[in-house]
């Protein structure tokens, strides 16, 4: 994963500020053609071929900072012809993510390489480990052949002096489930049918030629034709400012919501559902129950891991409840999701409570653009606090210990916790899917409650943070540690939709 601290993260942030201030402005289609050479002057370095191919990026960022699929857009156009109809759309539609061919290197294929430093050893691991023979040792040195060669890496993994280097597109390498393909000239393409939206592509492209389609004008559009706009926002939204408990909601209070929920409150309501769901099925027999309020998880096991799909959750995730309470609590409003997640746009696109999603790095544009500065804002927060366990769904291991604190015998639990979805993630489940299935025997060593989170350590290194994750877990503890505790018997505060909406309602 790339550190948020880069050119690219500044660039990005940068692109999307001044898209938004001249959406403020009102000025949008008279100057969003200048912005491109504004953000690349004449005196800059191209870090591509040349000035006018960074400036070809930076237009694509543009287009998909305005909500618009790339692929389908004519480079012939000017940024302003798009403006209407990205201010005029009715809703954010299918994908959710889009590719910047001007912005992809067009890296090379997967493929290993013999380095200098090759000793010719007598053992000769890499030739004997090859299965298709594709290496042979010529003056004491060892050559692959690359119309032989598979890709397999066995020969790195057996070199003792580790001089068999690997290169393979960072994105190609990170997709858990190979979406990502290259055309004739090299440039990487997302098969959408595959994507679960994880986001794992655009975390570590250090060109940034994967993006998510923004929802961030239509927000804007929504506040500034005078809709009641309420914000709710994930617990790890919570650690990715450095600010103090209720600071954040008054930042966004001034940026123009009208109110602002916790998604913490439908993580209690969440995992008191899920606790609750287990024990019945525990009950009736079921081998095994995995959580469900990661969507890209969700979505991974629809199209990829099938036989596992009976096993999850049909429990709705924190931002639906959170969703349905906002609505609970004004039928009228219109409700937007603030994570680090990408995959979460494509979860409310189908839910009936969440009419918008964005990312915590939309909001730190939008709130830069609006100069306020969320540590000199007075603290405001709502009369419900969540829970710890709550606040927690933010970290790995987060979801799993909420239900723990809930079952009644837990004894009965076997967790185990998919931290960050991989190729070899990917086999584990498809493995633990063919028993679900009937289709092998139930290992005793099996787990029966699973948390799958695609991103490793949780939604707090999600692909649209702003903080390091070591900074983020320390600004996250913070934040828990002022949620409820439990009562005195031990167990969680119960979290009653009703009684929340009757309490937030006035506040």
């Known amino acids: 994963m790339l550190n948020v601290n880069n050119r690219l993260t500044a660039m990005k942030r940068a692109v999307l500020i001044r898209v938004v201030q001249l959406q403020l402005a009102g000025t949008l289609a008279e100057n969003i053609d200048a912005i491109p050479e504004e953000l690349i002057p004449d005196d800059a370095v191209p870090v591509r071929k040349d000035l006018a191919a960074d400036r070809a990026a930076v237009r694509a ?30 809703k954010p539609d299918f994908p959710f993510m889009t590719m910047l061919t001007d912005a ?29 023979k594709a290496i042979e040792v010529v003056n004491h040195r060892a050559h692959i052949d690359r119309e032989a060669c598979i890709g397999c890496g066995l020969c790195h993994q057996n070199c003792s002096y580790h001089v068999i280097v690997g290169f393979a597109p960072p994105c190609e390498n990170a997709c858990p489930v190979n979406a990502l393909y290259k055309d004739e000239n090299g440039i990487e393409h997302i098969d959408y049918e595959k994507c679960t939206f994880c986001g794992a592509c655009r975390r570590v492209c250090p060109f940034g030629a994967m993006q998510p389609r923004s929802q961030l004008t239509d927000v804007i559009r929504q506040i500034q034709s005078g809709k009641k706009v309420h914000a709710i926002y994930a617990p790890a939204v919570a650690g990715q400012f450095k600010a103090q408990p209720g600071q954040l909601e008054s930042a966004l209070r001034k940026a123009g919501f009208a109110k602002v929920w916790e998604v913490a409150i439908g993580a209690d309501i969440t995992a ?6 287990f024990e019945e099925r525990m009950a009736e027999g079921a081998p095994m129950m995995t959580t469900s309020c990661c969507p890209a998880w969700v979505r991974l096991a629809q199209i990829h891991v099938p036989d596992i799909v009976p096993a999850i959750s049909t429990t709705r995730s924190p931002m639906h409840y959170t969703g349905e309470l906002a609505k609970k609590a004004d039928p009228e409003c219109v409700t937007v999701f603030i994570g680090p997640c990408l995959a979460k746009r494509r979860e409310a696109f189908d839910d009936e409570f ?8 939309e909001i730190d544009a939008l709130l830069a653009a609006m100069e306020i500065d969320i540590t000199k804002m007075e603290g405001t927060t709502g009369k419900y606090v969540p829970t710890v366990s709550g606040r927690n769904f933010a970290k790995i291991g987060g979801v799993a210990e909420s239900v723990r604190l809930r079952v009644k015998d837990k004894s009965k639990l076997k967790p185990y916790i998919v931290n960050g979805m991989t190729k070899p993630a990917v086999r584990q489940l498809q493995a633990w899917g063919k028993m679900v299935a009937g289709k092998a025997p139930l290992a005793p060593d099996a787990p029966n409650l699973v948390e799958v989170m695609c991103c490793e350590g949780g939604c707090i290194a999600g692909p649209g943070i702003i903080t390091n994750a070591k ?11 002022g949620g409820s505790t439990p009562g005195a018997d031990g167990k969680p505060i119960p979290c009653d939709m009703d009684d929340v909406v009757r309490n937030e309602t006035n506040a």
């Open 354 to 361: 969440v009419d918008y999603a964005l990312s915590v790095d």
């Open 61 to 90: 960022r543009i287009l998909a900072d305005l909500g618009l699929l790339v692929e389908k857009t004519d480079s012939s156009k000017p940024l302003s012809a798009y403006v209407e109809e990205a201010l005029s759309r009715e």
């Open 471 to 481: 900074l983020g877990l320390g600004l996250l503890a913070k934040y828990v540690a």
């Open 104 to 132: 992809c290197h067009g890296c090379k294929s997967a493929h290993f390489y013999v380095t200098s430093l090759c000793q010719g050893c007598e053992a000769r691991p890499c030739v004997v480990n090859c299965p298709k």
């Open 272 to 277: 008191d559902r899920e606790a609750h769901e």
